[in-house]
């Protein structure tokens, strides 16, 4: 039995959601035992909530809440309350998984005083939660990082960390685990993390419906096996071995 995970996803963007039910039998016919789907938003956590019910034991919530003025500059009506929203996260803790995606994003968002304070809530109530945090960091690494070291939470899955080498060791020293996308096939940055990672703070990711490994292909959960084949490759070891070894970190980290 094959045990895949894509630890990072959005089954509920355009390019998957209108096709939700062939997305999930894709997933399955190439072996995922897990899918991590992750809201930005109060809207998609909610949208996110009702997918995983076409498979409970399959697709996994994770609440997240993107950088809020980075999403309106993207054009996403985006005014809410995150204290308001953090007590709802507390009050149905039971129905999701991890918490993410979350974290900063100073390309796209330019209040970088008001992300840094809604983060270090969003990281508050991980640690009351007890659940692993899924890290956007986006031109933000090295703030990202300070932030999360304060705040002594230690559950992390850097996602897609496009930090400088000096910032990985330091994220791996802290016991951070690493997200690796299926761009890896071609991404020289990411093959090189792989090699600097131990295999224990590995996961991997398709960022779905995004950084697709097949150029001609939107990206969805059944790509993943993309990562995991690369990574065997580059450190040397066998598929069914680097399947069981980010199965265990998975059941460490977010089980």
């Known amino acids: 039995m094959s045990l895949f995970i894509d630890v990072h996803c959005h089954l509920d963007f355009q390019g998957i959601v209108e096709r939700i039910d062939e997305v999930i039998e894709n997933a399955k016919k190439a072996g995922l035992k897990r899918i991590v789907t992750s809201g930005i938003n109060p809207e998609t956590n909610k949208l996110i909530l009702e997918i995983s019910k076409k498979d409970p034991e399959l697709i996994k919530p994770s609440f997240g809440l993107y950088p809020m003025d980075a999403l309106e500059r993207e054009g996403i009506e985006n005014k809410f309350d995150v204290d308001l929203e953090l007590e709802s996260w507390i009050k149905n803790k039971e129905k999701f998984i991890s918490i993410g995606e979350v974290g900063l994003d100073y390309k796209n968002g330019k209040d970088k005083e008001m992300q840094k304070q809604v983060f270090e809530k969003i990281l508050e109530t991980a640690k009351k939660l007890d659940k692993a945090v899924i890290i956007h ?24 960390f496009s930090g400088r080498k000096h910032l990985v060791k330091r994220a791996y020293d802290l016991g951070y685990s690493f997200s690796i996308p299926t761009n890896v096939v071609r991404l020289q940055q990411f093959q090189e993390m792989v090699q600097e990672i131990d295999i224990n703070h590995l996961f991997c990711e398709t960022d779905a419906p995004f950084l697709s490994p097949f150029k001609e292909k939107r990206n969805e959960p059944a790509f ?23 199965w265990m970190n998975y059941q460490n980290l977010l089980s």
Do not use: Q
């Not at 960091?137 to 897609?160: P, Q, W």
């Not at 598929?239 to 980010?246: A, F, P």
């Open 224 to 246: 993943v096996v993309e990562s995991y084949k690369k990574i065997a490759e580059i450190k040397n070891l066998t598929l069914e071995e680097v399947e069981k070894n980010i």
């Open 137 to 160: 960091s986006r031109k933000a690494e090295l703030d990202a990082l300070d932030i999360l070291e304060s705040s002594g939470h230690k559950k992390v899955i850097m996602h897609c």
